[in-house]
């Protein structure tokens, strides 16, 4: 079994955002393996472990700090890593970073053929989850997403996704694209072997020329989304803050009548 899992290098959440030129700012120290990817990464490795043999690939779009989200992926124990990193993806809508990643994920594919591409539910940066999708349409392929658990037999994948008023079972044949929840499982910890091993591995980096994708079809220039404003949230100017000395219920009470809210 062959599996391909996207990972993206995203900014630790607990860290202060800034933005530049209408993007996320980000640096190498402030940043790390996008945390509902490790779901994916499990996923995969889980599927091969139970297959008895396979491999599994790492696939990463980013500038040169995005290698450490692949990095992390070798860490977990993925077999190989792949960081696409090109000057003209910057400013990449979701779109774009679509195309670029099912063009390397052909590149891979028409290689030896991939069984499934796993990606996590969202990026914790943008939490469009909207790639899968548009992955699954650059690609062509099926597409199940946000699945809460995965097996795979006779050629096809099957997931159970949670509604809210709902639990439904899909089916599609292989290959497939398949966005995964958290509640699909826990990812391991990198052992130590494993981290000393994924300092050293080799990691394939591509350029858009390795993967024939034209520059003006990707970047800020082919976005069809554009960042207008982003500034820091204004402190609140109507806090109004009680000290309870027994009557706090009744004052919440009365506030809450007093702006219709009950």
Do not use: C
């Amino acid at each position: 079994m062959r599996i391909l899992v996207t990972v993206k290098f995203t900014p630790d959440l607990q860290s202060n955002r800034s933005f530049s030129d209408g993007a996320v700012t980000r640096t190498a120290d402030d940043g790390s393996m996008n945390e509902l990817d490790e779901n994916a990464v499990e996923a995969a490795l889980q599927l091969v472990e139970a297959a008895g043999e396979g491999e599994v690939y790492a696939l990463t779009v980013g500038g040169p700090d995005a290698v450490a989200a692949v990095r992390k992926a070798l860490q977990l124990g993925v077999n190989h890593a792949i960081h696409v990193d090109d000057d003209a993806v910057a400013g990449s809508d979701v779109f774009g970073t679509a195309a670029v990643l099912a063009a390397a994920i052909r590149k891979v594919h028409d290689e030896e053929p991939l069984d499934l591409v796993i990606t996590g539910m969202a990026a914790l940066d943008g939490l469009t989850s909207m790639l899968p999708t548009a992955l699954a349409a650059q690609l062509d392929w099926s597409q199940l997403t946000l699945a809460s658990s995965l097996e795979v037999a006779d050629g096809q994948a099957t997931i159970v996704r949670h509604l809210s008023d709902a639990h439904e079972t899909v089916t599609a044949p292989l290959p497939a694209v398949v966005s995964v929840t958290d509640e699909l499982n826990k990812p391991r910890y990198p052992n130590f072997k494993l981290i000393m091993a994924a300092r050293k591995a080799e990691v394939a980096t591509w350029t858009l020329a390795d993967l024939g994708v034209d520059p003006s079809s990707v970047g800020a220039g082919a976005s069809r989304t554009t960042v207008v404003d982003a500034s820091e949230r204004p402190p609140r100017a109507d806090q109004k803050i009680v000290t309870d000395t027994g009557e706090g219920g009744k004052l919440l009470a009365d506030f809450l009548i007093e702006k219709g809210l009950v």
